[in-house]
């Protein structure tokens, strides 16, 4: 009993250990375990009998497909190989009013700002060529540690069961379908038949390769991105900033959201194939340098990447549909993909309800989901990706480029 300790969450255990195991019991998250079954050579557990949809991933994608699923009635499992939906958070957190009112009422539980102005500065060797503000569109940055458990708990609440800390590490096919999934969980590896999956496992998805669907991305249509949560800052609580500058952010923009009580996301993102740095260096040059956060301090560090690519085509296959980050479903201006990855997640779920309806879960019973996020979602961000193309990273500090950003920032 002796041997073990646990302070801070941090479990250390003595020489007089006699591996009695108490130690596996005592972790709060699981993390010492004993040999699972699989492990041990016996054939691996099957659970939970067979669902009408299972899917991978808790973001704002998945977790509305689940919600809108069970809604209509299917037997759906919402995986999430997190401990915790919606943490730790990798994102800037802006939405638009009107955008998000097509899925819930704005509550100031996972409302950090409401911002109703917007400014953008372009900059060419270090001078400000360009200056752009806006004001009247309302929108929020948002508190997505809790916003997206909020859409699981929805899901939830509808009759989804809703497991964390289980990670699909692989596909069940039979007769060329996907029939279900293989995971992991509490050291178990378990597999779950479903009629349909939907993969919603963001931007390092790989279920949908395992399905034999093309989800490769090009270095320069990846957004590598830093971003500090700072406090402290001097700035207008109501404004949300971007920064168009080739030698701060090469190929991307920075950006200041604000989060209230002089706190903000302050970030950027740099085109993969342009940097000569890390993000994060790039980062600290653009703090230090803006008067109105140079004193403030980073509370938080993030780093991830934003899928600036044309959609995936195809999104279906047989058995299975892609959505949201998985599907490369994000403003290539912008980067902004909650509200696509919420939009794909609601028709991916109503197509599966009308394809299981019908015994037609191929990829052709599936087709009316791809067409309708073409249509719906798809002709604007094929149209920015071209944008993009158009303005390559030293011709962004103009006037037109900035115009359409502006434009395209309004609607994220
Ligand atoms: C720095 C940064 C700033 C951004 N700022 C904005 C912004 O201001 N506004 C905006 O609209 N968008 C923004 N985005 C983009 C936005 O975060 C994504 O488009 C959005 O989160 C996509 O939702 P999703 O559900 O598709 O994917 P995600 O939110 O990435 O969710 C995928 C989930 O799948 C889980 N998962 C992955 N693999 C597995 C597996 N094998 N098994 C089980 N679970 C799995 C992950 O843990 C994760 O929870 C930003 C992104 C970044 C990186």
Redesign the pocket.
Known sequence: MDAIHLAEMRLTVRETCIECGLCVMACPVGALREPGAHELGRPSARVGGRYDLVV????????MAAWRAAELGLATLL????QE?GSPV??????AHEALLQFLEPDPSWISARVERAQIVALANGKVVERWQGSGGLGYVLERRVF?RVLAERAALAGAQVRVK????GLLQGDGAVCGVV?EWQGQRIEIEAGLVIA????????GTWAGLNTQIALEDAMA?A?YLLAGIDWDPGCLGYWIDDEIAPGGYAWV?PKGDGRANV?L?VQADQTKETPLAYLNRFVEREPALAKASPVTL?A???PVALPCRPLVTHGLML????AR??DPLT???????MSA?RMAAQVAAEALAGGDTTARGLMAYQEQAERILGRRLVRNYRLRERFPPARRASRDFVRLFAVAAGG?
Request: aromatic content about 2%; proline content about 2%.
């Open positions: 991978v991933g808790a973001g704002p994608a998945g977790a995986l999430e190989k997190r939906i990798r994102c800037a957190e802006g939405v997206d289980t990670a699909v590490t995971a919603a496992d963001g931007i390092e998805s790989r279920v991105c971003q959201f970030g993102g993030v991830g990447t934003v959505v949201g980050d998985a479903q994000v980067g902004g993909g909650i509200i696509n990855a997640g994220k």
